[in-house]
C-alpha cells in the first residue's frame, strides 16, 4: 500500500528565508505525488503534483518540489517564504490501481516577520 | 472558476443522532469523494463514489455511513447515528477523469462537533 510521511507537524521561518516541507513515500509501483495546502477557514487546494514527467515540479505561488526516486522523497520548497504562505500544508499519493489519495499528516507553516 | 461547494461548514450535533453532510461538486465532474480528518490527524480517506455507486471504500466507512447523489447536482454523507468519535473535519471532492493523476477539488469542509 502506499503511503506519505511528513517531517515535522509545525515549521516556522521568517520571511524571506527558504521553506523546506518534507515528504517521504512508500509505494510499491511508481506513486503519482501531490502537494495540496489549507489556508484558514479554507478547502484543500493543490499547489502541484508528480506524474512521471518532470521530475522538478513547479507549483502556484512560487513553490516547486523535486521527485527523488532514491531517496523516495517529494520535498517541496520555496526560495522566499511570504507571510501569505502560514498555512496548513499536505503531501498526498495514489497510484494507479488506487481511487483515494492517501494524506500526510500535514505540516503547519508559520512565517514570521 | 469552479469549486466545490459544501453545507453547512459547521455542524453540532448530539449523540445517536443522524447527520447529513451536503456537497454540491464541480458541476462536470463525475467521480466524487469523502475524506475526514480528525483533529490533529490526517486527512483520511472514506469513500469514492461513480456512476451512483460506491467504486470504494475505507474501514472507517462502516455501516453507520451512507452516501447518496439525490440529484444531479448534490451529493451526500449521511451518518445514522452519531457516535462522538465522529468528530471531524468532512471534505468533499470531485475529479472531472478517474486517471490517478488527475486533481481532485475540495470543499472547504464541514467541521462535525458531536456532543
Known amino acids: 500500500a502506499q503511503s506519505v510521511t511528513q517531517l515535522g507537524s509545525h515549521v516556522s521561518v521568517s520571511e524571506g528565508a527558504l521553506v523546506l516541507l518534507r515528504c517521504n513515500y512508500s509505494s510499491s509501483v511508481p506513486p503519482y505525488l501531490f502537494w495540496y495546502v489549507q489556508y484558514p477557514n479554507q478547502g484543500l487546494q493543490l499547489l502541484l503534483k508528480?506524474?512521471?514527467?518532470?521530475?522538478l515540479v513547479k507549483g502556484i505561488n512560487g513553490f516547486e518540489a523535486e521527485f527523488k526516486k532514491s531517496e523516495t522523497s517529494f520535498h517541496l520548497t520555496k526560495p522566499s517564504a511570504h507571510m501569505s504562505d502560514a498555512a496548513e500544508y499536505f503531501c498526498?499519493?495514489?497510484?494507479?490501481?488506487?481511487?483515494?489519495?492517501?494524506f500526510g499528516k500535514g505540516t503547519s507553516l508559520l512565517v514570521t516577520p | 472558476e469552479p469549486e466545490v461547494t459544501q453545507t453547512p461548514s459547521h455542524q453540532v450535533t448530539q449523540m445517536g443522532q443522524e447527520v447529513i453532510l451536503r456537497c454540491v461538486p464541480i458541476?462536470?465532474?463525475?467521480?466524487f469523494y469523502w475524506y475526514r480528518q480528525i483533529l490533529g490527524q490526517k486527512v483520511e480517506f472514506l469513500v469514492s463514489?461513480?456512476?451512483?455507486?460506491?467504486?470504494?471504500k475505507s474501514e472507517i466507512f462502516d455501516d453507520q455511513f451512507s452516501v447518496e447523489r439525490p440529484d444531479g447536482s448534490n451529493f451526500t454523507l449521511k451518518i445514522r447515528s452519531t457516535k462522538l468519535e465522529d468528530s471531524a473535519m468532512y471534505f468533499c471532492a470531485s475529479r472531472g477523469e478517474v486517471l490517478a493523476n488527475t486533481e481532485a477539488f475540495f470543499g472547504q469542509g464541514t467541521r462535525l462537533t458531536v456532543v
Open positions: 463514489f461513480y456512476n451512483n455507486e460506491i467504486s470504494e
Open positions: 508528480y506524474t512521471s514527467a518532470a521530475t
Open positions: 498526498a499519493v495514489i497510484t494507479p490501481s488506487k481511487d483515494a489519495l492517501n
Open positions: 458541476s462536470n465532474h463525475l467521480y
